[in-house]
Structures are given as C-alpha cells and as structure tokens.
T-cell receptor, first 114, second 114 residues
Framework: AQSVTQLDSQVPVFEEAPVELRCNYS??????LFWYVQYPNQGLQLLLK??????LVKGINGFEAEFNKSQTSFHLRKPSVHISDTAEYFC????????????FGKGTMLLVSP | NAGVTQTPKFRVLKTGQSMTLLCAQD?????MYWYRQDPGMGLRLIHY???????AKGEVPDGYNVSRLKKQNFLLGLESAAPSQTSVYFC?????????????FGPGTRLTVL
C-alpha cells in the first residue's frame, strides 16, 4: 500500500521568510500527487497537484511544488510567507490502477510569526 | 452552490449510543468519501462511494457503516459508539475518482464519545 511521509510535524518561520515543507511517498509507480491546506476549524482545500508534465507545479497563494521521481519527493515551497499562511498542510498521493482514493500524510503545521 | 455540507457540526455521545452523520453535496459529483482526522494521524479514509447505491471500504472501516441511497447524500453510521471513535469527521466529494478531479471537503463534524 502507498504511504506518504511528511518529515516535519511543525515548521515555525518568520513572516516574509522562505519555507519548504517536505513530502516523500513510497511507491515508484506512476502516481498523482497533491498538497492540501487546512486553515483552523475548516475543511481541506486543494493548493496544487501534479499529474504529469513539468515537474514544477504552481498553485494558489504563491505556493509551488517540485516533483522528483528519483527521490520520490514532492516538496512544497513558498519564497515569502505571510501570517495568513499559518495552517496545516497535507501531502497526498493517488496511485494506480484506479486512482480513486487519496492517501494522506500526517500533516505539517506551518506557524508564521511576525 | 453550498458545496459540501455536513450535519451536525458537533455531537457528544455516550459509549454504546448510535448516530448518523449526513453529508450532502450539490455539485452532482459521482464520488463521495468519509474521512476521520485525529491529531498527528492526518486524514484516514473510512468508506467511499463511486456512485449511487455503491460503497467500498477504506483504510479504517471497522465500527462504521455507510449508505448512498441518493447521489447527493452519503451517510456515515456508528451503530455502537466507542471512545476510540472520538474524532473530527470530514466528508468529501469529487466529480470522478480520476485524480484530476479534486476532492472538495465539507467543514467537518466534531464527535466526542464519552
């Protein structure tokens, strides 16, 4: 079964600093990869996804992620964070044959302070 | 469009009681999902449905039952609640199970079992 590892449970950062949230997945077969964000007391919303093509994927709110097949990684980055980016971020993977469901990582809490 | 709605938002049960959580979507989505979210565990799939009248087990189905009698509704039942089922429950839906159709999440139901 597919598994997703988010290496950091919590990442503290100062406002306007860059940030990288790390994600590794277990399978080397063709997978689809996602990042979701959960703001306090809300459901999840999609930040970005990788299906195929360019390995650099741009999402909403200035986030981007890079797919690295050889390292089975899909790290999320933002060059300059805002207080409003404080939230929990989840990496997820969908794998063959049906790509019907998502397997989520345990989440990384991004804490942005002034 | 209301998107994905969940009823109720909060509930407290005693051990052994039963209840049903209702998920409704107005986007004409084929696929619907139930997840539970526990601290440090990410989201884990309980059951899902690929269409009206069909359901399938996810990663943690024990102690739960589901029904999809109408396309727009997906019900999650707890027949005999246990403290281990204290969690936040999220419903999601997608147009198809193919990964390029993102999952849309409801706001969650916070359930406490005493």
């Amino acid at each position: 079964a597919q598994s997703v590892t988010q290496l950091d449970s919590q990442v503290p950062v100062f406002e306007e600093a860059p940030v990288e949230l790390r994600c590794n997945y277990s399978s080397s077969v063709s997978v689809y990869l996602f990042w979701y964000v959960q703001y306090p007391n809300q459901g999840l919303q999609l930040l970005l996804k990788y299906l195929s093509g360019s390995t650099l994927v741009k999402g909403i709110n200035g986030f981007e992620a890079e797919f690295n097949k050889s390292q089975t990684s899909f790290h999320l980055r933002k060059p300059s964070v805002h207080i409003s980016d404080t939230a929990e971020y989840f990496c997820a993977v969908s794998d063959p044959p049906r790509y019907s469901t998502l397997t989520f990582g345990k989440g990384t809490m991004l804490l942005v302070s002034p | 469009n209301a998107g994905v709605t969940q009823t109720p938002k909060f509930r407290v049960l005693k051990t052994g009681q039963s209840m049903t959580l209702l998920c409704a979507q107005d986007m004409n989505h084929e696929y619907m999902y139930w997840y539970r979210q526990d601290p440090g565990m990410g989201l884990r799939l309980i059951h899902y449905s690929v269409g009206e009248g069909t359901t399938a087990k996810g990663e943690v189905p024990d102690g739960y039952n589901v029904s999809r009698l109408k396309k727009q509704n997906f019900l999650l039942g707890l027949e005999s609640a246990a403290p281990s089922q204290t969690s936040v429950y999220f419903c999601a839906s997608s147009y198809r199970g193919q990964a390029y159709n993102e999952q849309f999440f409801g706001p969650g139901t916070r359930l406490t079992v005493l």
